[in-house]
């Protein structure tokens, strides 16, 4: 059984969240985000929710160390992209599945869906 994934930053935005995404996989930490579902349809629900990156126990500590320094501030367009970029990677490219699979491959980031088995990488 694995272990279960350790929360390192909890966002407003999927935006940021998916800014420390980046900065964890740019340091070749493995990480992904969760909560995204709720966090997505909370404003039709009424209450508040966060966006939460993941990481498996043993790169924790690492991560913490990342998510502690400070991330840039950015414009609300900037935020935008970067919400609309969070939304593509959130599904798959060839059937629109939810939740993906992302993961590093020879230094490219390989995407894996497991509805329809659709491989690709990003650019």
């Keep these: 059984m694995s272990q279960p994934f350790v929360t390192v930053g909890q ?4 935006a940021q969240a998916q800014l420390l ?6 340091a070749g930490i493995p990480a992904r985000l ?4 709720v966090h997505n349809v909370r404003d039709l629900a009424g209450y508040a929710a966060y966006v939460w990156v993941q990481v498996a126990p043993e790169n924790a500590s690492q991560a913490q160390e990342i998510a502690a320094r400070k991330l840039p501030e ?4 900037e935020l935008q992209d970067l919400d ?4 593509a990677l ?13 993961a590093e491959d020879a230094g490219q980031i390989a995407g ?8 690709w990488t990003l650019g």
Aim: net charge negative; aromatic share 4%.
């Design 11 to 14: 966002f407003p935005s999927e």
């Design 21 to 26: 995404l980046i900065r964890l996989h740019d």
């Design 34 to 37: 969760a909560n995204n579902q």
């Design 74 to 77: 950015l414009s609300g367009d």
């Design 84 to 87: 609309d970029e969070a939304d």
């Design 90 to 102: 959130a599904c798959c490219p060839a059937c629109g599945a939810p939740e993906p699979e992302y």
């Design 112 to 119: 894996h869906c497991n509805g329809c088995n659709h491989r």
